[in-house]
């Protein structure tokens, strides 16, 4: 059974930083892609950020490029998501899933929600202005 879990919300006043980790178990992590998402309050849930099996390839979406980066630790199973210079509309439930193992480069389709079949529950990011 996969399990996917979240922390290093919280709130923070504009500006300031924050940096999320997603823990997973139940897979062989080094293979999989991996992403965040993140989903407003009335939004549709969308892409933040992709990082390939081996974190060599990552790409972000264009309201969050130059702000945030991710990482990956394959020993730790663990993916992180260092968010600088937060703005209150980067305020969400931000999501940690696993793509399926067909999918590997973080292509342009990647925040495609149908690729991730394994979800964390999410966590509370709020900026405050």
């Known amino acids: 059974q996969v399990q996917v879990v979240e922390s290093g919300g919280g709130l923070v006043q504009a500006g300031g930083s924050l940096r999320l980790s997603c823990t997973v178990s139940?897979?062989?992590?080094?293979?999989?892609?991996m992403a965040w998402f993140r989903q407003a309050p009335g939004k549709e849930r969308e892409g933040v950020s992709c990082?390939?099996?081996?974190?060599?390839?990552?790409s972000y979406g264009e309201s969050v490029k130059g702000r945030f980066t991710i990482s990956r630790d394959n020993g730790a199973n663990t993916i992180f998501l260092q968010m600088n210079s937060l703005k209150p509309e980067d305020t969400g439930i931000y999501y940690c899933?696993?793509?399926?193992?067909?999918?590997?480069?973080?292509?342009?389709?990647?925040?495609?929600?149908?690729?991730?079949?394994?979800w964390g529950q999410g966590t509370q990011v709020t900026v405050s202005s």
């Open positions: 990082i390939t099996p081996s974190g060599k390839t990552t």
């Open positions: 139940g897979l062989s992590f080094a293979e999989h892609q």
């Open positions: 899933a696993t793509a399926a193992a067909l999918y590997g480069y973080c292509s342009a389709s990647w925040p495609t929600l149908g690729r991730y079949p394994n």
